[in-house]
């Protein structure tokens, strides 16, 4: 079924970038053959997952939607993908994304842009918007995206999904393209918020390969599923709601708000006293460790090669101005000019210390709250082409899904409502760190 839905809606919605057809009907025979056998089924078996092009599957193309790894095969496979599989997961496909996971509308592929699967004249959001749009029109049950500023929720909330971001440390990075190392994580985007729970079990856990990976215990999400919301503080993050904000985007999150209450939480109006600098200090730190991260695409170890270049210095400069596309380069500019010497005081190290300053907000704002809600973006999917020659415009999109990246907590987007139009729209759940379980239980209560 999800095969066929690929072949019948992939050429319209470019949400996949590579199909694996004959390994996933192997594998869903394999799945048949243990279940006519009575053998215990995985908690995956038999699930059609599609994972991101910026995550390694040894011997598939991984290509980052870039020009640079266009015939790039990954010789490794990466933890979370590893753990999916080995749970029984059928991969039937890679998804699209903004190159190198940079953009918020998976317009910036240079394989084209994906489609909003309710609207095509719309963006799904980005940079997971092929694993959104896979998800969201029945490619496949489960996606995994990568979240380094909002890109697993923004756009699970345009297309109408569950998104989660882990905290910092919970999933293995090893196998994921580095785009900004401190602030990545890989999670899960799924149609319902069990099912998200139940991927995020898989996933989740210590890897040696990632030294940033937790050695937290990962609890049993889906066991402590459902809970009482009964005296729970619900913290509603006063400056997400003011200007800026959609009148439809804050009437659903409202009436989300409503819910909770009916359902005996507390609402509590919280503060995130810095948020307003959350933008700045994100493109800041982000494109600063992009541009040392990316500086492995030289040409010589891996990716393309300008065929013309004669001497070292052309072999760099040419095979990477040919095989970056426009926003990649903007992002390797900025962050190297905020690490060079005389402006890395005024940039990184400031920004550094904002990023504190944002983390102290949320332990602040915990102290009074169990979770803290927020819309997911201050707007529903907007128009292919409609923020493209607005770099600014497109950036403020992540206002309110950045900032959990920067202080390393969890959030989860759930949709929450619709647009008179039929868009969906999305409310944000974010937790205290390796506090996952609230935000599912939070997130399960609403649906
Ligand atoms: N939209 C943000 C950016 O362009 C977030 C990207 C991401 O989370 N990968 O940087």
Known sequence: SALDTIERRNPELNALLSTLPEQALRQAAETDARLAAGEPLRPLDGVPVVIKDNQCLAGTRTTCASKILANY?????????????????????????????????????????????????????????????????????????????GSIRQPASFCGIVGVKPTYGRVSRYGLVAFGSSLDQIGPMTRTVRDAARMLGVMAGHDSHDATSSLHPVPDYLAELDADLR???????????????????????????????????TLVEVSLPHLSYAIADYYIIATAEASANLARFDGVRYGYRAPEATTVHDLYALSREQGFGPEVKRRILLGTYAL?????????????????????????????????????????????????????????SDIYTVTLNLAGVPGLSLPCGKTRDGLPIGLQVIAPMFEESRMFQAGRALE
């Not at 300053?357 to 819309?375: G, H, M, S």
Request: hydrophobic share 40%; aromatic share 8%.
């Open 73 to 149: 095969t990954a010789t490794y496979t990466a933890t979370a993908v590893a753990r999916l599989a080995a749970a029984g997961a059928v991969i039937v496909g890679k998804a699209n994304l903004d190159e190198f996971a940079m953009g918020s509308s998976n317009e910036n592929s240079a394989f084209g842009p994906v489609r909003h699967p309710l609207d095509p004249t719309r963006v799904p959001g980005g940079s997971s918007g092929g694993s959104a749009a896979a998800v969201a029109a029945g490619m496949c049950l489960a996606a995994t995206g990568s979240d380094t500023g």
């Open 231 to 265: 005296g729970w503080r619900i913290g509603i993050v006063r400056e997400a709601f003011g200007d800026g904000l959609d009148a439809e985007v804050s009437a659903a999150a409202r009436a989300a708000l409503k819910i909770y209450e009916n359902l005996g939480a």
């Open 340 to 396: 060079s010497s005389g402006y890395y005081d005024a940039y990184y190290l400031k920004a550094q210390k904002v990023r504190t300053l944002l983390r102290r907000d949320f332990e602040q704002a915990f102290e009074q709250c169990e979770v803290l809600v927020t819309p997911t973006s201050p707007t529903p999917a907007f128009k292919l082409g409609e923020k493209t020659d607005d770099p600014l415009q497109m950036y403020l």
